[in-house]
């Protein structure tokens, strides 16, 4: 596996992460609890936005890598 390919596999999971964590946000009663995975699909959201700048970069740079 390429390393291209490595992080855009990253890139999806996380995304997967992000939708979860914001589904059982909106799901949950609990106030508390709503409120922590909400904070912590925002952080989630930083990385998703840092690394799909990333794999842009990767694509640009090397050719093969496009496909994103």
Do not use: P, W
Request: glycine share 6%.
């Amino acid at each position: 596996m390429t390393i291209g390919s490595e992080v855009k596999q990253c890139f999806a999971s996380l995304k997967g992460v992000e939708a979860s964590l914001s589904s059982l946000a909106l799901r949950t009663l609990n106030n508390e609890s709503k409120r922590t995975l909400h904070e912590t699909m925002m952080v989630i959201h930083e990385v998703v936005t840092d690394l799909k700048k990333r794999v842009g970069e990767l694509e640009r740079a090397e050719f093969q890598y496009k496909g994103f």
